[in-house]
């Protein structure tokens, strides 16, 4: 399945952004999906995650509170809606499907399919 993010762009601190990926496949709703995001120089970390169904998401420390993620499954898409936006919250955002569509998983490995990353800018 092919994974295509948007919604990136420059926002000022405290603002909002809503990222969305839509996938290719209607197999998208067997899928759990998940957003990480990357900075140059360090790893790409687990943002959040939402089972097939939507009954349950999950969310790193640093954006619990702040952002959240929903999917609709009649258009194939998941969304990240960011509010109160941070300077460390400036990265390149990506969303990835994993195949095992339930309970809490955050490793990179563990999804098999990546979109190509939506570049967030947050500003002073």
């Known amino acids: 399945v092919q994974l295509q993010a948007s919604g990136g762009g420059l926002v000022q601190a405290g603002g909002s952004l809503r990222l969305s990926c839509t996938a290719s496949e209607r197999t998208f709703s067997t899928y759990a999906m998940g957003w990480f995001r990357q900075v140059p120089g360090k790893e790409r970390e687990f943002v959040a995650r939402?089972?097939?169904?939507?009954?349950?998401?999950y969310y790193s420390d640093s954006v619990t509170g702040r952002f959240t993620i929903s999917r609709d499954n009649a258009d194939n898409t998941v969304y990240l809606q960011m509010n109160s936006l941070k300077l460390d919250d400036t990265a390149n955002y990506y969303c990835?499907?994993?195949?095992?569509?339930?309970?809490?998983?955050?490793?990179?490995?563990?999804?098999?399919?990546w979109g190509q990353g939506t570049q967030v800018t947050v500003s002073s």
């Open positions: 990835a499907a994993d195949v095992h569509p339930w309970n809490d998983r955050r490793r990179l490995v563990e999804y098999e399919y």
């Open positions: 939402i089972t097939r169904n939507s009954g349950n998401t």
